[in-house]
């Protein structure tokens, strides 16, 4: 129901935008958020955006991480810019129901990759 794009192979310091998009069947969601995940590792938050707009983000992407929603269009945004090779990850997309304190929708992950 989540559909996540955008990822693929970039080079140090360069930028890449993420999508996600929720299907027809959702129509009012709350917090919206990107996690990722490192090989062999746990799933980590990198930015949330609530239903008002407020912000958060993991001290590693601070001021290189964007994420914004549009929600006529039921889709939010990871602009990611002067990207690491340790930013290279799979990201997943997740949002939550209005209300709900835990993400009720997952989007399937799309892959990072930062290398020269």
């Known amino acids: 129901q989540l559909q996540a794009s955008g990822g693929g192979l970039v080079q140090p310091g360069g930028s890449l935008r993420l999508s996600c998009a929720a299907s027809?069947?959702?129509?009012?969601?709350?917090?919206m958020g990107w996690y990722r995940q490192f090989a062999g590792k746990q799933r980590e938050v990198v930015a949330h955006?609530?239903?008002?707009?407020?912000?958060n983000y993991a001290d590693s992407v601070k001021g290189r991480f964007t994420i914004s929603r549009d929600n006529a269009k039921n889709t939010w945004y990871l602009s990611m810019n002067n990207l690491r090779p340790e930013d290279t990850a799979v990201y997943y997309c997740?949002?939550?129901?209005?209300?709900?304190?835990?993400?009720?929708?997952w989007g399937q992950g799309t892959l990072v990759t930062v290398s020269s």
């Open positions: 955006i609530t239903d008002t707009g407020a912000t």
């Open positions: 997740a949002a939550r129901e209005i209300g709900s304190t835990q993400y009720d929708y």
């Open positions: 027809g069947s959702i129509l009012s969601l709350g917090t």
